[in-house]
């Protein structure tokens, strides 16, 4: 499988929208990858999760988001299970997980009904391992800042304002993969 010729599908190459989603999913892909390597013993398959960290945000597309040119209809939130439709559409249900699982630190079912989001009424919560290390990696780059990777600090700043649960779990990830 190759993501560039699916990302090429769906965007572009012409596009600001292609130019934000490949940078920026090649500097998570990259991440993951380097986190990845340095664990052996987490038995972690690289290859898909190179594969599904440059598709993790394949969904933005379909969203109103138009500070990183994207012009559908969608509220940000959904691009993760919007991208995860895609992804099983094209035959890859494995990576769909991975889209539909990344936002935040995960995304509960009682978050969903707490903060009336408009997703699907199910858990979007990474759950193997690569789905975990890809949104980790995520956390430190943003789509409007290409060329610089967040702190462990400024991650954590950011996320605080989604809660404590967030915050721990993100900590909890620090543990696991960076020691």
């Known amino acids: 499988m190759n993501p560039i010729e699916i990302i090429e599908?769906?965007?572009?190459?012409?596009?600001?929208?292609?130019?934000?989603?490949?940078?920026?999913?090649r500097s998570v892909a990259e991440k993951a990858l380097t986190i990845?390597?340095?664990?052996?013993?987490?038995?972690l398959d690289l290859a898909f999760v190179e594969e599904a960290a440059m598709l993790h945000d394949?969904?933005?597309?379909?969203?109103?988001?138009?500070?990183i040119s994207c012009f559908g209809t969608y509220s940000y939130?959904?691009?993760?299970y919007l991208?995860?439709?895609?992804?099983?559409?094209?035959?890859?249900?494995?990576?769909?997980?991975?889209?539909e699982r990344h936002t935040g630190t995960g995304i509960t079912i009682e978050m969903i009904r707490q903060q009336d989001m408009p997703l699907p009424h199910r858990d979007f919560m990474p759950v193997t391992l690569?789905?975990?290390?890809?949104c980790f990696a995520d956390k430190f780059y943003s789509k409007m800042k290409l060329d610089s990777?967040?702190?462990?600090?400024?991650?954590?700043?950011?996320?605080?304002?989604?809660?404590g649960d967030t915050v721990e779990r993100f900590n909890s990830w620090v543990k696991l993969f960076l020691g």
Do not use: T, W
Not at 83 to 99: K, N, Q, S
Not at 130 to 134: A, F, H, K, N, P
Not at 154 to 160: D, T
């Open 9 to 25: 599908k769906y965007y572009d190459v012409k596009s600001e929208a292609y130019h934000i989603l490949v940078n920026h999913s």
């Open 77 to 80: 939130i959904c691009h993760g």
């Open 58 to 67: 394949i969904g933005m597309k379909f969203c109103d988001a138009k500070e």
């Open 36 to 43: 990845g390597r340095i664990h052996p013993e987490m038995g």
């Open 130 to 134: 690569e789905e975990q290390l890809i």
């Open 149 to 163: 990777e967040k702190s462990i600090d400024k991650v954590l700043n950011s996320l605080s304002r989604y809660g």
């Open 83 to 99: 991208g995860a439709d895609l992804m099983r559409e094209e035959g890859f249900p494995r990576h769909a997980l991975v889209c």
